[in-house]
T-cell receptor
């Protein structure tokens, strides 16, 4: 099993550009989520999904879109990148929400210049 | 508003010197409290879930405990390979709220 796979690992964007961060899991997990991690602030929830076709906003959703057309994939789209979106992004999944721990991907380090 | 606060921010230990990390929380409708380990450049790795006050979980040199207001992660006789950032998170509804973490450095 590959677990949770995130691509790319590193990305540099110019202000105003758009891009999609990919997340895929092969564990048949219902619940998937996106977090951003900034120094001194902990992980903050951006968006989450409890199953294919169902998504909802987390704590810091502005500037990001998500969709969940399959159980396996949960891409995160940056609509118009801003320097404030410079961060490390993690995708996480679990069999169901509140289950015995989440599996995290290895992260995408994004820099917006 | 849900809050999860971890202390200390950083902890430097000598190998074999036991210590504890604290996670205090104010979360309405707590469903579970999680501990994760994060190594530099990697995603968090699940350690424990605690569901009710009085519960304890152990894994090698780590032991997690839970009260109604806080959780402790005890590290007994740490080794250099225990060096990492330890994250605490609380769940309610469909959200995990994370603390900022405690970075533990264990010197040989």
């Amino acid at each position: 099993n590959a677990g949770v796979t995130q691509t790319p690992k590193f990305q540099v964007l110019k202000t105003g550009q758009s891009m999609t961060l990919q997340c895929a899991q092969d564990m048949n997990h219902e619940y998937m989520s996106w977090y951003r991690q900034d120094p001194g602030m902990g992980l903050r929830l951006i968006h989450y999904s409890v199953g294919a076709g169902i998504t909802d906003q987390g704590e810091v959703p502005n500037g990001y879109n998500v969709s969940r057309s399959t159980t396996e994939d949960f891409p995160l789209r940056l609509l118009s990148a801003a320097p404030s979106q410079t961060s490390v992004y993690f995708c996480a999944s679990s069999l169901r929400f509140g289950g015995n721990g989440y599996t995290f991907g290895s992260g995408t380090r994004l820099t917006v210049v | 508003e849900d809050q999860v606060t971890q202390s200390p921010e950083a902890l430097r230990l000598q190998e074999g010197e036991s210590s504890s990390l604290n996670c205090s929380y104010t979360v309405s409708g707590l469903r579970g409290l999680f501990w994760y380990r994060q190594d530099p450049g990697k995603g968090p790795e699940f350690l424990f879930t605690l569901y009710s006050a009085g519960e304890e979980k152990e894994k090698e040199r780590l032991k997690a405990t839970l009260t109604k207001k806080e959780s402790f992660l005890h590290i007994t006789a740490p080794k250099p390979e225990d060096s990492a950032t330890y994250l605490c998170a609380c769940s309610n509804d469909y959200k995990l709220s994370f603390g900022a973490g405690t970075t533990v450095t264990v010197r040989a």
